[in-house]
C-alpha cells in the first residue's frame, strides 16, 4: 500500500517563506505532486518531482529526496490568497494519485 | 475551456436509492479518475481508468461501479446508496502514462446520503 505524512496545519505571516513537508511510504514510485484546494473548490496542479532535486515555478518550490522517500513544498513571499489545503500526492503506474491528508495553511496579515 | 464537467453538483439521496454522477473532459485525455474526499481529509481514488475501455478498482472502491463510455466520459454509479458515501466526489483527467503528469480536475459533486 501507500501512506503519505504531511503536517495538519501552518500558519505564516504575509511575505514569509513557509515549507510543508511530506514523507511518503510507497510500493511503487513514479512521481510526487503538489496541489492546493481552496475551502469548496477543485484541487488544482502546482508542481511535480520524478527525479531528485529542486523543480521551481514563480513563488512556488517543490523538492524530492527519493533515497529518503521525501519531499517537501517552499512556498516564498506568502499572499493572503495562498491560505489553502496543499495536499502531496504520489503516483501510480497509471499516474493515479494517492493523497496525504493536506496541509491548513493560514496565511496572517 | 470547460476542461472537466461533472453533474450533478449536489445530490441528496435516501438510502438504498442509486445514482450516476457524470463526468466528461473535453481536452483529449486518456486517463479519467473518480475521488471522494470527506471532511478534512485527503482524496481517495475508488476507480481510475487508465484508457478508453479499461477500469480499475482503487483504494476504495466497494458499493461503486464504473463505465468509460468513451474517450471523453467516465461515469460512477452507486447501485445502493449508504449514508457512508456522503462526501464530495472528484472526477479528474489526464495525458496518462507517457503524457505530462498533471490531473485536472472537475467542481466536484456534493452528495449526502439520508
Redesign the interface.
Known sequence: GQS?EQPSEVTAVEGAIVQINCTYQTSGF??L?WYQQHDG?????LS?N?LDGLEETGRFSSFLSRSDSYGYLLLQELQMKDSASY?C?T?G??????????TQLTVLP | NAGVTQTPKFQVLKTGQSMTLQCAQDMNHNSMYWYRQDPGMGLRLIYYSASEGTTDKGEVPNGYNVSRLNKREFSLRLESAAPSQTSVYFCASSEGPGGNNIQYFGAGTRLSVL
Do not use: I, V
Open positions: 503519505l513514479y512521481g505532486s473548490g477543485a484541487p488544482t496542479f511535480y520524478a495536499f500526492a503516483h503506474s497509471a499516474r493515479q494519485l494517492t493523497f496525504g491528508s493536506g
